[in-house]
């Protein structure tokens, strides 16, 4: 009988019934704010502790006690409205009431487990400090307590992209798609691996969906850019990168890019310097070493370029086989 009261009590006190009545007590109490303020200290504290670090609804309960005392405030103005027949108080009351019943009970996107939001948020933070396989661990089991958690199968299948697990990728960027369409991130991973695996008609569909949903997707633009550069279209190509840059203008690979594209231009020299700028920064940098070596080639300088690609097979990690792959080809091609 007891859990009975209570399951039908929570139904009927639950936060989004406490804050309409809330809301009005805080209006009809206002003039007492002198004696109140410790109580609205408190709740000011705890509703932006809330905004500014929780967005799910299970963290919003510490304000259910001071509310309470503001929600009964309110009780007994609509009824002392009510009984004295004070037609504008009541309907204010009655229009604050439901203004703040609508964005209480306002539905929110709350993951299926927060565990799994918790590895989530620390499998990006591993990829940001370049630990590939502790992120890949981790976001695995954040899909293990969270199958349907978009957001992080489109963490994991980057990862995996990363650590040239394609198709492994692909299956979860595809799955993150069935349950979300509109993910842009999912449509731009899926696209870079698409690429990777040689299908560049899917590829390019792919980016041109997630530009289409985020114009201002640095990715999307950045991949899509490698394609019509491989396509020999570098105005094209370079027209992309520059998009990708407005986003993230300190990037060395879409600087990198961008550099690759005007010497694809036949701006060898303008390439040139702005590669020896980057590897200023970024000495080991593999994708900019070996194209820079690529243009010292064609600028009829084969000794730098020599050594230029070797340098960067020596700093490539495993995964980037297209850079170790150029760097290869152009050492056989100036040993001989």
């Given at each position: 009988m007891r859990n009975r009261r209570s399951d039908a009590l929570a139904r009927v006190l639950h936060f989004g019934v406490i804050a309409p009545l809330a809301a009005v007590g805080l209006w009809s109490t206002r003039r007492y704010w002198r004696r109140l303020w410790v109580l609205y200290g408190i709740l000011l504290l705890s509703a932006s502790s809330v905004a500014a670090f929780f967005v799910l609804g299970r963290y919003r309960v510490p304000m259910i006690p001071t509310l309470l005392l503001f929600a009964a405030a309110g009780v007994v103005e609509m009824r002392s409205a009510l009984r004295d027949r004070r037609?504008?108080?009541?309907?204010?009351?009655?229009?604050?009431?439901?203004a703040a019943a609508v964005i209480s009970n306002w539905p929110l996107d709350e993951p299926h487990d927060p565990?799994?939001?918790?590895l989530y948020a620390v499998g990006n933070r591993l990829r940001d400090q370049d630990q590939p396989t502790e992120a890949l661990i981790v976001l695995e089991r954040a899909i293990e307590h969270a199958p349907d958690f978009y957001d992080a199968r489109v963490a994991l299948g980057h990862a995996l992209l990363e650590a040239g697990r394609r198709d492994e990728a692909i299956a979860h960027f595809r799955r993150a798609l069935?349950?979300?369409?509109?993910?842009?991130?999912?449509?731009?991973?899926?696209?870079?691996?698409?690429?990777?695996?040689?299908?560049?008609?899917?590829?390019?569909?792919?980016?041109?969906r997630a530009i289409e949903i985020e114009p201002s997707h640095s990715d999307a633009h950045n991949h899509l850019g490698n394609a019509l550069l491989d396509e020999a279209r570098p105005r094209e190509a370079l027209d992309h990168y520059e998009q990708a840059l407005q986003a993230r203008p300190h990037?060395?690979?879409?600087?990198?890019?961008?550099?690759?594209?005007?010497?694809?231009?036949?701006?060898?020299?303008?390439a040139l310097a702005a590669f020896d700028a980057l590897l200023e920064v970024t000495p080991a940098h593999a994708p900019t070493l070996v194209n820079r070596a690529l243009v010292l080639e064609a600028l009829g300088r084969p000794d730098e370029a020599l050594a230029g690609f070797r340098?960067?097979?020596?700093?490539?990690p495993a995964t980037e086989s297209d850079v170790e792959r150029v760097a290869r080809n152009g050492i056989q091609r100036l040993a001989r």
């Open positions: 037609v504008p108080a009541l309907i204010g009351g009655l229009a604050l009431a439901t565990v799994a939001t918790t069935l349950l979300n369409r509109m993910n842009a991130d999912a449509h731009s991973g899926l696209g870079a691996a698409l690429l990777a695996q040689g299908d560049r008609e899917a590829g390019i569909a792919e980016l041109r990037n060395v690979d879409i600087l990198s890019n961008i550099a690759t594209a005007q010497a694809s231009m036949g701006r060898l020299e303008q340098r960067a097979l020596a700093v490539s």
